[in-house]
């Protein structure tokens, strides 16, 4: 039995107050490191103890499977031994949950197949070949990511057409509407469809909507300045019957516009469902005070927020540290360095964070030099090697041979003498007669479409198929055993190279992974979408000692010490939101990567950095997020005792081309002996210095230019962005295009 008194003991008063709300609508503004899992979980074993409600009336939805098996695990320790538990799970399983039981009633089969990003880019590919469309106009890439962010806001194919009436736009449209039917045909849904298709149930059928409606008394969503439209409409229609909402998150860690998440879902909550009250949880429990002072600081510059005001027990702590290293490659040995200096002290991880994957390059080269072991976050995960996404697909194909994707990738893996002509025949004739392409495959063989080789390896390929679908009625680890046995997927490896070696042992790894799936009704499926549904943050690994990873990926975690890397104006702000002026996402994902930080922080920059095989041609500047964090808070660290062991500080009064490690140094000092008295002055001064640089070498307005897709085009404005420079130019048929030169590497014509 549940010890209210002493669960509510456990509290700070915010807190308290958050758990005893069980009517109505909630939003709990949880600042970084304010304790919101905790929250969210003695919440749900509050509902439970009081009786308010039974544990499988409640529901609780979070982004990743990490945070949803961390919430999970704390909510069965509170509730100990108890008949049943609450559904927690994440957006996206609970779409799953939902379709594989209503989909036939939007015209799917209960057993569709669920895309990851590789076989999006293959669908996409062969529409872009079927239609004739080339690269010159979009990339395929580019498409397929624009049709994913439109999804995410809800869109239909003619609703983006109607937001992007160009060239590039039409070729979308297109391909939008082609991959959207395909996708239907082939009874494949991919990881927007989840919840667009989810909401679409709901939505057309009341009964269902009521069903959920009612048997879910209470909804506790995690994150939700992340969530997009779809996840929006899908909270509403599961509210639709009652408004016993707690909506748990910070808008000041709302980064991820770019896969559509609409911080307006957390800034207009109020609205949406009236009548909610708001609680903010600003005790700290991670960050010593400093820290916190520094990220409060920095994301106070944002408009869009509401106000918190961040605070600890733990006062005082360290300075935070700011190192300009020359080049990168001194920045990451100067990390190198602290970082076996931490471990050797006894700290128990460190997490090295930057802005964009090609910076750890530097890091893993020097990390292994200096025989320090690391974990990369974001590499090639385990289900994304070759070798396991082709045993998944035979797998998937035994199941549905009509699953086209899977199908075609192994159709000759390994090689089996049917070459790319007869699979593209086969993809003709299976789209000329609206065929799948099994159906095709099979047609061919009976009508004998095909001479007398290449239909001997079709009717081979067809007999495996069949082979591998009768193992199915095995347990699920013996099927896969048999499908890879047969298939000859593992004698094609054994030639004993190191390679294939280590390919052969995570199939066998694959295996174990299916002997721990559960025995539910149908394991197979269970399997699958286990492995569909798996994130990269799902392999983090928390004992690791040394983490390098992008500030994305670290949200929701913590380290004793943390070092951001490449705080330069064009990297971190990046270019393209300096040339959008769309700052205030950068600066809370600079927000989210301070307040990682436990005990220590650095923050570090390069004057020189490689960028594209190329080093820049100019001295970068500190990015403004640094000099947007109090003097009083950071130690400036010299690695040349020339310059003294404190070096001026870059607030207030800086003398550009002095010696201090925030300003150019000779010889590309460019107002020699000037000072400025203010920040701005020094932004202003740098920015028309570059400009004024740039255009004398001959993009201005009026001057026409070359640009590989678009040709010839004139020049209406240029204005610097950060070190580079922001080029508006109109191209004849295909409309104005806003560009950064380093991007886009106009050529003057």
Same mark, same amino acid.
């Given at each position: 039995?549940?010890?209210?008194?002493?669960?509510?003991?456990?509290? &700070?008063?915010?807190?308290?107050?958050?758990?005893?709300?069980?009517?109505?609508?909630?939003?709990?503004?949880?600042?970084?490191?304010?304790?919101?899992?905790?929250?969210?979980?003695? $919440?749900?074993?509050?509902?439970?103890?009081?009786?308010?409600?039974?544990?499988?009336?409640?529901?609780?939805?979070?982004?990743?499977?990490?945070?949803?098996?961390? @919430?999970?695990?704390?909510?069965?320790?509170?509730?100990?031994?108890?008949?049943?538990? #609450?559904?927690?799970?994440?957006?996206?399983?609970?779409?799953?949950?939902?379709?594989?039981?209503?989909?036939?009633?939007?015209?799917?089969?209960?057993?569709?197949?669920?895309?990851?990003?590789?076989?999006?880019?293959?669908?996409? %590919?062969?529409?872009? $070949?079927?239609?004739?469309?080339?690269?010159?106009?979009?990339?395929?890439?580019? !498409?397929?990511?624009?049709?994913?962010?439109?999804?995410?806001?809800?869109?239909?194919?003619?609703?983006?057409?109607?937001?992007?009436?160009?060239?590039?736009?039409?070729?979308?449209?297109?391909?939008?509407?082609?991959?959207?039917?395909?996708?239907?045909?082939?009874?494949? @849904?991919?990881?927007?469809?989840?919840?667009?298709?989810?909401?679409?149930?709901? $939505?057309?059928?009341?009964?269902?909507?009521?069903?959920?409606?009612?048997?879910?008394?209470?909804?506790?969503?995690?994150?939700?300045?992340?969530?997009?439209? #779809?996840?929006?409409?899908?909270?509403?229609?599961?509210? !639709?019957?009652?408004?016993?909402?707690?909506?748990?998150?910070?808008?000041?860690?709302?980064?991820?516009?770019?896969?559509?998440?609409?911080?307006?879902?957390?800034?207009?909550?109020?609205?949406?469902?009236?009548?909610?009250?708001?609680?903010?949880?600003?005790?700290?429990?991670?960050?010593?005070?400093?820290?916190?002072?520094?990220?409060?600081?920095?994301?106070?510059?944002?408009?869009?927020?509401?106000?918190?005001?961040?605070?600890?027990?733990?006062?005082?702590?360290?300075?935070?540290?700011?190192? *300009?290293?020359?080049?990168?490659?001194?920045?990451?040995?100067?990390? *190198?360095? $602290?970082?076996?200096?931490?471990?050797?002290?006894?700290?128990?991880?460190?997490?090295?964070?930057? +802005?964009?994957?090609?910076?750890?390059?530097?890091?893993?080269?020097?990390?292994?030099?200096? &025989?320090?072991?690391?974990?990369?976050?974001?590499?090639?995960?385990?289900?994304?090697?070759?070798?396991?996404?082709?045993?998944?697909?035979?797998?998937?194909?035994?199941?549905?041979?009509?699953?086209?994707?899977?199908?075609?990738?192994?159709?000759?893996?390994?090689?089996?003498?049917?070459?790319? =002509?007869?699979?593209?025949?086969?993809?003709?004739?299976?789209?000329?007669?609206?065929?799948?392409?099994?159906?095709?495959?099979?047609?061919?063989?009976?009508?004998?479409?095909?001479?007398?080789?290449?239909?001997?390896?079709?009717?081979?390929?067809?007999?495996?198929?069949?082979?591998?679908?009768?193992?199915?009625?095995?347990?699920?680890?013996?099927?896969?055993?048999?499908?890879?046995?047969?298939?000859?997927?593992? +004698?094609?490896?054994?030639?004993?190279?190191?390679?294939?070696?280590?390919?052969?042992?995570?199939?066998?790894?694959? =295996?174990?992974?299916?002997?721990?799936?559960?025995?539910?009704?149908?394991?197979?499926?269970?399997?699958?979408?286990?492995?569909?549904?798996?994130?990269?943050?799902?392999?983090?690994?928390?004992?690791?000692?040394?983490?390098? @990873?992008?500030?994305?990926?670290? %949200?929701?975690?913590?380290?004793?010490?943390?070092?951001?890397?490449?705080?330069?104006?064009?990297?971190?702000?990046?270019?393209?939101?300096?040339?959008?002026?769309?700052?205030?996402?950068?600066?809370?994902?600079?927000?989210?990567?301070?307040?990682? !930080?436990?005990?220590?922080?650095?923050?570090?920059?390069?004057?020189?950095?490689?960028?594209?095989?190329?080093?820049?041609?100019?001295?970068?500047?500190?990015?403004?997020?640094?000099?947007?964090?109090?003097?009083?808070?950071?130690?400036?660290?010299?690695?040349?005792?020339?310059?003294?062991?404190?070096?001026?500080?870059?607030?207030?009064?800086?003398?550009?081309?002095?010696?201090?490690?925030?300003?150019?140094?000779?010889?590309?000092?460019?107002?020699?002996?000037?000072?400025?008295?203010?920040?701005?002055?020094?932004?202003?001064?740098?920015?028309?210095?570059?400009?004024?640089? %740039?255009?004398?070498?001959?993009?201005?307005?009026?001057?026409?230019?070359?640009?590989? %897709?678009?040709?010839?085009?004139?020049?209406?404005?240029?204005?610097?962005?950060?070190?580079?420079?922001?080029?508006?130019?109109?191209?004849?048929?295909?409309?104005?295009?806003?560009?950064?030169?380093?991007?886009?590497?106009?050529?003057?014509?």
């Amino acid at each position: 039995m549940i010890d209210l008194d002493q669960l509510l003991l456990d509290l &700070n008063e915010p807190q308290q107050t958050a758990v005893k709300h069980t009517g109505g609508p909630l939003l709990i503004l949880a600042g970084a490191g304010s304790g919101k899992t905790r929250t969210i979980t003695y $919440k749900i074993a509050y509902l439970i103890a009081k009786g308010i409600t039974r544990p499988e009336q409640i529901l609780a939805v979070t982004f990743t499977n990490k945070a949803a098996a961390e @919430m999970r695990s704390r909510v069965e320790q509170l509730l100990g031994s108890v008949p049943s538990l #609450p559904l927690v799970c994440t957006f996206h399983s609970l779409g799953v949950r939902l379709l594989r039981r209503h989909a036939e009633c939007i015209g799917f089969r209960p057993d569709f197949t669920i895309c990851d990003t590789d076989d999006q880019k293959r669908v996409v %590919k062969r529409l872009f $070949k079927d239609f004739g469309f080339d690269d010159e106009v979009i990339s395929t890439d580019t !498409a397929r990511r624009l049709i994913s962010h439109a999804k995410n806001k809800g869109w239909s194919p003619e609703e983006y057409l109607n937001q992007n009436r160009d060239s590039a736009g039409e070729v979308v449209y297109e391909v939008f509407k082609a991959y959207r039917d395909t996708l239907q045909r082939l009874n494949s @849904m991919d990881f927007d469809d989840l919840i667009l298709m989810t909401v679409k149930v709901l $939505k057309e059928n009341p009964d269902i909507r009521e069903r959920y409606g009612t048997w879910y008394e209470y909804l506790l969503i995690d994150e939700y300045q992340d969530t997009n439209a #779809p996840q929006f409409d899908l909270v509403r229609q599961l509210t !639709a019957h009652h408004e016993n909402i707690s909506a748990v998150g910070d808008e000041d860690q709302s980064i991820y516009g770019f896969r559509g998440a609409d911080i307006s879902n957390i800034l207009r909550f109020e609205k949406d469902f009236s009548g909610a009250r708001v609680i903010k949880l600003e005790q700290n429990y991670r960050s010593t005070q400093k820290i916190l002072e520094a990220a409060t600081a920095v994301v106070s510059n944002n408009v869009n927020r509401k106000k918190k005001v961040l605070w600890t027990k733990a006062s005082g702590g360290d300075p935070i540290r700011i190192l *300009a290293a020359q080049d990168a490659r001194e920045e990451a040995n100067y990390i *190198a360095q $602290k970082t076996r200096e931490h471990l050797l002290s006894g700290a128990s991880s460190v997490a090295v964070l930057y +802005r964009t994957n090609f910076q750890s390059r530097q890091f893993e080269e020097i990390f292994r030099r200096n &025989n320090i072991n690391y974990r990369l976050v974001g590499g090639v995960s385990f289900y994304q090697r070759k070798e396991i996404k082709d045993a998944v697909a035979y797998l998937r194909s035994a199941v549905n041979p009509d699953d086209d994707i899977s199908l075609t990738r192994i159709l000759n893996e390994p090689p089996r003498g049917i070459g790319d =002509v007869t699979r593209n025949r086969i993809l003709d004739l299976a789209r000329e007669h609206s065929l799948t392409f099994w159906q095709a495959l099979c047609f061919a063989l009976e009508e004998n479409l095909f001479p007398g080789r290449a239909h001997l390896k079709l009717e081979q390929f067809k007999l495996l198929i069949e082979r591998c679908r009768s193992v199915l009625d095995q347990p699920l680890y013996l099927a896969l055993e048999q499908i890879l046995d047969r298939s000859g997927y593992i +004698r094609a490896l054994s030639d004993g190279s190191e390679d294939n070696t280590s390919r052969i042992q995570n199939l066998h790894e694959l =295996v174990n992974v299916a002997k721990e799936t559960g025995t539910g009704e149908n394991p197979i499926q269970e399997f699958l979408d286990q492995v569909a549904l798996h994130a990269d943050i799902d392999d983090f690994d928390e004992d690791a000692e040394v983490t390098l @990873m992008t500030l994305h990926n670290a %949200k929701g975690l913590e380290f004793p010490v943390v070092f951001l890397a490449g705080c330069e104006e064009g990297l971190f702000p990046h270019s393209r939101s300096i040339a959008e002026n769309d700052l205030e996402e950068e600066r809370r994902l600079c927000y989210v990567g301070l307040t990682r !930080a436990q005990q220590k922080l650095y923050l570090t920059f390069s004057r020189r950095r490689r960028f594209f095989g190329r080093e820049s041609e100019e001295l970068n500047r500190p990015s403004r997020f640094l000099q947007e964090i109090p003097q009083d808070l950071v130690e400036e660290v010299s690695l040349y005792p020339a310059f003294g062991s404190a070096s001026p500080g870059f607030r207030g009064a800086v003398e550009l081309g002095s010696e201090s490690l925030f300003a150019p140094q000779k010889p590309s000092r460019p107002y020699p002996g000037k000072t400025f008295n203010t920040v701005d002055s020094v932004q202003k001064a740098l920015k028309q210095w570059p400009a004024a640089k %740039k255009t004398a070498s001959g993009f201005r307005a009026g001057s026409f230019v070359l640009h590989r %897709k678009f040709g010839r085009g004139k020049v209406l404005s240029v204005e610097p962005s950060g070190s580079d420079l922001k080029i508006t130019v109109q191209f004849p048929g295909k409309g104005i295009k806003k560009m950064l030169q380093s991007y886009a590497k106009l050529q003057l014509a």
